[in-house]
């Protein structure tokens, strides 16, 4: 009932920039939340940040805080990561997402219906 696709992923060096899109299609509703997850090869899906409906309030892993922006215009029913200062460690696939708000769990994949397809973000050192 809902897809989302990602785009803007790439080849960037360290301390570069990209910013994430995630185009939402389908019977959507705007109070959901929206959420960003990346995996690298060889490792668990980890959780990156996340967006409550209103766009007020944002949840960040530690790892990206103060580096990545997480932004949504409900309008255009789209998601946006802006990703700052780069670093080889970020290289991963990445993940958008929507479900449910549950402020017990905002950081865990399971909170999450839909999923969208990934996109590639490499960072070179």
């Known amino acids: 009932q809902v897809q989302l696709v990602e785009s803007g992923g790439g080849l960037v060096q360290a301390g570069g920039s990209l910013r994430l899109s995630c185009a939402a299609s389908?019977?959507?509703?705007?109070?959901?939340?929206m959420g960003w997850f990346r995996q690298a090869p060889g490792k668990e899906r980890e959780f990156v940040a996340a967006?409550?409906?209103?766009?007020?309030?944002?949840y960040y892993a530690d790892s990206v805080k103060d580096r990545f922006t997480i932004s949504r215009d409900n309008a255009k029913n789209t998601v946006y990561l802006q990703m700052n200062s780069l670093k080889p460690e970020d290289t991963a696939v990445y993940y958008c997402?929507?479900?449910?708000?549950?402020?017990?769990?905002?950081?865990?994949?399971?909170?999450?219906?839909?999923w969208g397809q990934g996109t590639q973000v490499t960072v070179s050192s």
């Open positions: 967006i409550t409906w209103s766009g007020i309030t944002t």
């Open positions: 997402a929507t479900g449910r708000f549950n402020p017990e769990a905002t950081k865990s994949p399971r909170t999450y219906d839909y």
């Open positions: 389908g019977r959507t509703v705007s109070i959901n939340t």
